[in-house]
């Protein structure tokens, strides 16, 4: 069975631009990477219902409560077989206020030692046209589904 995720893509408007928030994944590997890096806030979930993981990894990956009307946006199946569900909802926060939970990993390779990365090491608020090139392709669409269910 497939791993799955549920997340949450805050967007506002400025001057009539929609603006979405995307987070970048912290840790060694995802470092010096950028378009195509970046993510919607979410994780995987087991026992609980989709939308509570989505404002629960919400939280945990950026300290924010995400609140308000959440607009469905489907599945979207990854490259790698992951299937991600996600809501959008409108918000505003300050992305150089993020505070993402941590995780452990051996680093260097093969070092036997042990370092502690953010699960998210910075976040950013992008137009839909710079957000295409920023998110991993595997969720592009839901930014198209985004940009038709608010009809901007």
């Not at 990477?33 to 945990?60: C, H, N, V």
Request: hydrophobic share 40%.
């Amino acid at each position: 069975m497939a791993t799955r995720s549920a997340g949450l893509i805050p967007y506002r408007f400025t001057t009539n631009v929609c603006e979405v928030f995307l987070v970048h994944p912290g840790g060694p590997f995802w470092d010096r990477k950028d378009e195509g890096a970046w993510s919607i806030a979410k994780g995987e979930y087991e026992d609980e219902a989709p939308l509570d993981a989505a404002q629960r990894e919400f939280r945990e990956e950026t300290s924010f409560e995400a609140s308000g009307e959440f607009l469905p946006l489907g599945e979207v199946k990854q490259p790698g077989g992951k299937i991600v569900v996600a809501w959008a909802f409108r918000g505003d926060f300050d992305a150089a206020a993020v505070v993402s939970n941590t995780f452990e990993m051996e680093w260097p390779p093969r070092s036997g030692r042990r370092r502690e990365f953010p699960e998210v090491d910075r976040a950013a608020w992008f137009t839909l046209e710079v957000a295409r090139r920023k998110i991993l392709a595997g969720q592009r669409p839901l930014l198209d589904r985004l940009e038709g269910a608010i009809g901007r």
